[in-house]
């Protein structure tokens, strides 16, 4: 079940960075679980981690990294993209609320895949605007409204 999960919400992920044509994507089409990569509009390299925990009674956290190669993401492209993406999330038609820890990390060593790879987050939750790098429901509800999967949902 999680395993699916993850990939459901990995494509919710590229799904946001392409609508805008922000697709920084890795050559050699879709992967498994956690480390999709594919070609976008930019052409330069990204890989996309992604997690989903169970909540337990409360509400999930979706984690998800977007790691862009080097110079991918420098230009002042990653703020909108996190936005984006973490609104992506939030609207995600399986679950709401959800909590969001969403980033942008540049690759600065190395192929993305080898161990040991190094990266520089261009950007985290508190870059776009929120107390800390795990954004709470309320606050993506003051931020983007409801969750598009429960529109009468209020904190």
Not at 2 to 29: C, K, L, T
Not at 98 to 107: D, E, F, H, P, Y
């Amino acid at each position: 079940r999680g395993g699916g999960r993850a990939q459901r919400f990995e494509d919710i992920v590229w799904s946001a960075i392409d609508e805008a044509g922000a697709g920084p994507r890795a050559p050699g089409g879709g992967a498994g679980v956690g480390g999709g990569k594919r070609r976008g509009a930019r052409g330069g390299a990204a890989r996309v981690l992604v997690e989903v925990g169970e909540g337990f009674g409360r509400p999930s956290l979706v984690s998800a990294d977007i790691i862009v190669a080097d110079g991918g993401g420098g230009d002042g492209g990653a703020i909108p993209m996190l936005d984006r993406v973490t609104r992506a999330l939030w609207d995600n038609p399986e679950m709401a609320p959800v909590n969001v820890r969403a980033r942008v990390l540049q690759s600065t060593g190395g192929e993305l895949e080898e161990p040991g790879a190094q990266s520089e987050c261009l950007a985290d939750m508190t870059t776009i605007g929120f107390a800390d790098e795990i954004a709470r429901p309320d606050e993506l509800f003051a931020r983007y409204g409801a969750p598009a999967s429960d529109p009468a949902w209020r904190p």
